[in-house]
């Protein structure tokens, strides 16, 4: 399920940075704004959905009884 959700993100952060480089080169459009303002809107979502389902598709790990001997120096 995760791996849906990353499969979103990468193209996502992919053209957020071609719009980046492209806005270091040269002015956006009003278009190419609105674009990475959406984009920029999506991936914080994204990256939070992708956290959540990656740590619930993870096992519950087993909790352990933990005993604690110390030992005397003599």
Known sequence: MYEETLTQI???????LNLYRLAARQRLTADQTARLDAI??????????????FVAARPVPRRQEHTYAFSRAA
């Open 10 to 16: 990468h193209p996502l952060a992919t053209e957020r």
């Open 40 to 53: 920029t809107g999506q991936l914080p979502t994204l990256w939070d959905r992708y956290r959540r389902e």
